[in-house]
């Protein structure tokens, strides 16, 4: 099974910020990756699928990059409304593992 | 509108058996892999169960292999958990998941992420 890590497992950030969250799967993964955010109670949303396709009405400010192994996530200038936890999947092959999350909150 | 809507959840006994059903409605449902997705209390997200749209491909998370059977009837727009042998550890609320697929010229499927996701349907295991 393909193990997915994430790091940070938290980051505490201000309005305004460039963040970066980084990906990493235990084997390759080709460009086979997605990115959610989830709020506390909601569903995930799907921001970025094959690791930088930016979903319909997602912000621009959010991006992703990265294959084979090693992903980022950026957020280029943080918004109140995207404190959150973010987690990537890998869907390359089953079992469809999630990473652990990362969770950004207000510094 | 496009919608996923679970039912069947409830508190049950370990060792005990349940059967999760999601209704997919606003889109045609042999268009898509679908999938289960859980999340324990103030855990993060873990990938279930996936199935093709036509069946033809299966897969299970090691934590449920064997106990857990994924389903779909397309005709009934419908997608199914069959849970068995249930333990404390899988206490969950269960999201229903729809992922966009396509085919290359050999017909192997890749998968998307998951687009639409349920409400989720909340599963206690406990004595």
């Known amino acids: 099974d393909i193990q997915m890590t994430q790091s940070p497992s938290s980051v505490s950030a201000s309005v305004g910020d460039r963040v970066t969250i980084t990906c990493r799967a235990s084997q390759g993964i080709s460009s086979w990756l997605a990115w959610y955010q989830q709020k506390p109670g909601k569903a995930p949303k799907l921001l970025i699928d094959t690791a930088s396709s930016l979903q319909s009405g997602v912000p621009s400010r959010f991006s992703g990059s990265g294959s084979g192994t090693d992903f980022t996530l950026t957020i280029s200038r943080l918004q109140p409304e995207d404190f959150a936890t973010y987690y990537c999947q890998q869907t390359y092959s089953f079992p469809f593992t999630f990473g652990p999350g990362t969770k950004v909150d207000i510094k | 509108e496009v919608q996923l809507v679970e039912s069947g959840g409830g508190l049950v006994q370990p060792g005990t058996s349940l059967r999760l059903s999601c209704a997919a409605s606003?889109?045609?449902?042999?268009?898509?892999?679908m999938h289960w997705v859980r999340q324990a209390p103030g855990k993060g997200l873990e990938w279930v169960s996936g199935?093709?749209?036509?069946?033809?491909?299966?897969g299970y998370a090691d934590s449920v292999k064997g106990r857990f059977t994924i389903s779909r009837d397309n005709a009934k727009n419908s997608l199914y958990l069959q849970m068995d042998s249930l333990r404390a550890e899988d206490t969950a609320l269960y999201f229903c998941?729809?992922?966009?697929?396509?085919?290359?010229?050999?017909?192997?499927?890749?998968?998307?992420?998951?687009?639409?996701w349920g409400q989720g349907t909340t599963v206690t295991v406990s004595s």
């Open positions: 998941a729809r992922i966009p697929y396509s085919n290359d010229d050999n017909n192997y499927s890749y998968y998307y992420g998951v687009d639409v």
């Open positions: 606003g889109f045609t449902l042999t268009d898509y892999a």
């Open positions: 199935i093709s749209w036509n069946s033809d491909d299966i």
